[in-house]
Structure formats: C-alpha cells, structure tokens
C-alpha cells in the first residue's frame, strides 16, 4: 500500500489548534493557513464514521499531533495494553508528528476516572511512571512528549519539585516533554510557586511541544484564588507573557491552541493562534540575531 | 502491590461523603472538589451530547441530575467514551422518577443507536441491481448481508415520532426503528408492518424464503416484494450470497 500520508511528516514550530467537530467543515472549505492540528487520540478510537473521514481529508493537508488522555501514565497499574495496541493502530493509520501524554493517572481498578488526577511526586512514583513510559515508547517504537499538569491539591511528603521530577523522567526514559504555559500558571497561582522560577529550572530542551489554553478563576474554601484548567476560553494576558518567557529560552516550538469547552467559531480560535504566530515570530528573530551576535 | 493512596484517592472522587486521603494536604473541600467535579461534569456532558431529545422531553435540571445518578450506577470502564452511554436507556427504564415518561427509556435506546452507528464501522451497500444477477430459482435461499451499522428497535411507543418530534402521536401505538449509517449521515425510519421481523431474521442470518417466512408471521401485512425495495432502498444490504 502506498504511504497513505508522504507529506508533513513533522510538525513545525508554528501556531496549531486542537481539532473540533464543529470546524471540520469551515477547514475543508477554508483550508485555513494553520500550521497543524491536534486530536485527542481516544476521541478517534471509533471504527468508523465521520469522524475518521474528516480526519483523513484534514491530515492529507495539514501535519497532525496525537494527544492522548487515557493511558493513566501514571497510575499505579501499568497502561492497560489494550489500550496502548488501540494507540498504535492510530499512529500507524495517522502518522503523526507529535505522540503525547500526560503526567497524570486516570484508571484505578478497571474503573477509568475520566479527568487527569494527580501524583506525589516521590522516587517511587517516579520509577513507576519511568516502567510506563517505557512501556508506551517501546510498543509505540518512538518517543512521546509528556505534559505536565493542572493541579489543585498537593501532597505531603514529596521527594522533589514537579520539574525536578520531569527532569528526572526525560533523562532514565529518553521521553520529551509537552510544556502546557497555562498548566504552569495554574499550578503557580494554587500553590503558591513563583511561574518564572518553575520556567527556569524546566528542561527547556527536552521541551518538544508547547501548549496554550485559557482558564476560568474560582476561589478556594479560604478565599485564595484557586484557578481551573477549563479550556473553555481565550488565553489569559499572564500565560501570553509566561509564554514569551519560554520562547526566549526555547526558541520557536510548536505551540497549540487548546479550546475545548464552549468553542468558539473558528475565526475567534484562528485569532488566537496568528496571536501565538506573532510571539513566535519575535522569538525566531532574537534566535537568529544571537546567532550572528556569536558569529 | 495494591497502591492504596490512589485507591482512597478514587473512592473520595466518586464519594463526595468521603475524605480525601491522608497524603493530600488538608486544604478545604474546594480544592478536591475540581476534580470531582471535573470527571461528574464531563461525564454528564458526553450524555447530554448523546441524549439531546432525552433532554429535551425531560428538561436539562431533570436530565442532569439523572445522568449523575447513572454514572454513579454505571461509570465507565473504558478511556474511550465514544462506547459510554450504552446502558442509560435501561437505567431510565427503571428510574423511578422518569416512570410518568414511560417512553424515555426507548428514546434513550434509538439515541444510542444513533450514537453507535455514527461511530461503527464504514461499509458500502449494494442496489437491488444485484439480486438481478442471482439465479432465480435459489432467491430463496439468497443470504443478504446487512450494514454492520443497523440497529432495530421495537416499542410499544411511537418512538420514532417521539424522536422526531412529531406532534399528537397516538401514544398507545408502538413503532419499529432502523437506525443505520448507509455512508456518513445516520438515518433513522419507522418501520412498515413485518419490515421489523423480516430486517431480524435477516440480520441473525436467515436466507431470504425464511425471513420472509419470519415477518409473515410478524405481521399479516408484511408484503415481501415491497420490503425488498424498502430494504435496499435504505440501503441497508452490502452484499449477497448463495447459501447452498
Ligand atoms: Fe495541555
């Protein structure tokens, strides 16, 4: 059988937007000028449909990214290998340039708890979540991004910082990291760690992949604010700039627009991402003005 | 080695009564609430995405707080949620609140059809041109392969009108359903007399003189030369072979 999709075989460093339903027919008639797209890989695990008849005619023009939420990475039962062999079927039939998952558990005793739960982040749960990642990327047979999450409650008793632990990871398992901006401000602001420290001790250059998604502000029982990793709006000024910190220790990466609740018309989601371009632009020039300042 | 800390930590987001476990740092009920509202509200919502006319015949207050009940009673097992929602329509007929909407079950039954065919697998019908091409004299023993995407129902309610939304439906008389996906738009059609028993005897594998013979039985009315017509004008048939 011939290559089902020979061209875009990576993902470039420019803007993407996550996939929705309700665009697939502005993108096939528009063929909006987007660097790629990303699905929720569980979301594609149907046999058949519209959902995969769109999604071939979107990939034979544009690059794609998988994101995967229900591996439970790291839960304390390795990936369900059903699940991982349903993963592969999609690599394979897509192609993508960017495999990710989450730093996050979401199964427990063959019930599957449907939101991304947290872990405490000690040497024992590090070794665990190193056996997953190692599984995924050998059945797999390539390296996925994992992405650091949104939390709420934090633990007693930890061995390490959240980058630390994601450090650690990327050097015993060879992985790439999905660095979600908004996630890290929203950690920042529930637990009081200072974003800008968070950004300079993450290892910028495992960093394969960025994300960007706005929030919604709610207030904890002793009226600290306590953000929620909503997805249901525009990004926030604070994670633009917590971005444009980012770039100019990365450079340009790609750089997704998550939008998933309440999505908006696909104008407001493409707004977003030639904001994202803009940013990425700038840091593409600094990158190159170093270069010559070196040379 | 049972990990006890995500075990506590599954049993308090599924129980609202219990605490979250000891490693959490105590920080109000708040914070452990996300979570629990996290997984309880993305769960109502793929419902309600598959459920609109449930929704829609018992209002949103009445339908989310009866799909919270059913994923008490039925959470899901599988990361993929496109196969979530199977058994509401059972759950519902036996939801002691909805028991004034008797009809809700089977609604919830034909939207899940739908939401199983949009998603099955893809396959291509054939035109009744191909029964053209069998030899005449073994029609009877012709065995038709349907779409693997047709689901029949049978109420004892219009339920295809309900769905539709057809207005002053006589309540009391019952409609069988096809729901299928021919190429990529699910179709949903009320059933003619016999069409129901013919399309099962069909779909469990009997030659054609046999389901024939079946939907005689289902329904005096049934007339086999037009049922033919209807079935593959449905498109509903993807191949055909000899069974000798
Ligand atoms: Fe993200």
């Known amino acids: 059988m011939p290559d089902a999709h020979p061209k875009h075989p990576t993902i470039p460093a420019s803007a993407g937007v ?34 995969h008849r769109y999604l071939e005619k979107i990939r034979a023009s544009y690059p794609l990214s998988i994101h995967g939420v229900g591996l439970s990475l790291g839960g304390d039962e390795p990936p369900d290998p059903d ?67 949104s939390t709420y409650v934090a ?43 968070y ?25 600290a604010p306590l953000l929620i990793d909503a997805h249901d709006r525009a990004v926030a000024d604070p994670v633009w700039r917590l971005f444009n910190d980012v770039l100019s220790r990365t450079g340009p990466r790609p750089t997704l627009i998550e939008w998933d609740n309440d999505v908006p018309d696909w104008s407001v989601l493409y707004d977003e991402a030639v904001r994202a371009n803009a940013l990425l632009a700038e840091a593409l020039g600094t990158d190159v003005k170093a270069m010559s300042h070196a040379g | 080695m049972p990990d006890e800390l995500q075990s506590a930590f599954a049993a308090a987001l599924c129980d609202p009564d219990l605490p979250p476990p000891a490693p959490v740092r105590s920080s109000g009920k708040r914070r452990f609430d996300v979570y629990r509202n996290n997984r309880a509200v993305a769960l109502i919502d793929v419902l309600a995405d598959i459920f609109p ?50 009809y809700l079950g089977d609604v919830a039954c034909l ?19 191909t029964l053209a091409d069998f030899p005449a004299d073994r029609l009877g023993q012709a065995q038709l392969t349907l779409l693997p995407t047709l689901h029949l129902l049978r109420s004892r309610f ?54 024939a013979q079946a939907a005689a039985e289902d329904s005096a009315e049934f007339d086999l030369a037009a049922n033919l017509q209807g079935v593959f004008a449905l498109g509903a048939v993807i191949g055909i072979t000899d069974r000798c």
């Open chain 1, 18 to 51: 996550g996939l929705k339903p309700v665009h697939y027919e502005t993108i096939l008639s528009e063929r909006p000028d987007i660097g790629w797209f990303e699905v929720h890989a569980e979301n594609y695990m149907g046999a058949g449909g519209p959902p």
């Open chain 1, 83 to 149: 699940h991982m062999a349903r993963l592969c079927r999609l690599v394979d039939r897509y192609e993508p340039g960017l495999v990710s998952e989450h730093l996050a558990w979401s199964r427990h005793d063959g019930s599957f708890l449907n939101d991304l739960l947290p872990i405490p982040y000690t040497r024992e749960r590090l070794a665990r979540l190193c056996e997953h990642v190692d599984r995924l990327q050998s059945a797999l047979k390539r390296t996925v991004a994992i992405e650091n999450p």
């Open chain 1, 155 to 197: 633990f007693d008793a930890e061995d390490m910082s959240e980058t630390d632990f994601l450090s650690t990871l990327t050097q015993r398992t060879g992985c790439a990291l999905l660095l979600d901006v908004n996630n890290v401000y929203v950690s920042a602001v529930n637990h009081g760690w200072d974003a800008a420290s």
């Open chain 1, 199 to 223: 950004i300079a001790a993450f290892p910028m250059e495992s960093v394969a992949e960025i994300h960007l998604a706005g929030h919604a502000p709610d207030t904890d029982d002793f009226g």
């Open chain 2, 53 to 102: 006319v449930v929704q829609r015949l018992v209002g949103e207050e009445f339908f989310r707080a009866a799909a919270r009940i059913f994923i008490d009673t039925d959470p899901p097992r599988d990361p993929v949620l496109l196969t979530y929602g199977a058994g509401f329509g059972d759950f519902l007929d036996d939801f002691e609140p909805a028991a004034t909407v008797p």
């Open chain 2, 111 to 129: 939207e899940w059809a739908r939401r199983d065919a949009y998603h099955g697998p893809d396959a291509h019908s054939v035109t009744i041109d």
């Open chain 2, 158 to 211: 219009p339920v295809g009108s309900i769905w539709a939304g057809v207005e002053g439906v006589d309540m009391k008389r019952g409609e069988d359903v096809a729901v299928l996906r021919p190429d990529m738009r699910v179709e949903t059609t009320v059933l003619t007399p016999g069409a129901y028993g013919f399309l099962s005897a069909l779909q469990d594998g009997a030659p054609l003189g046999a389901a």
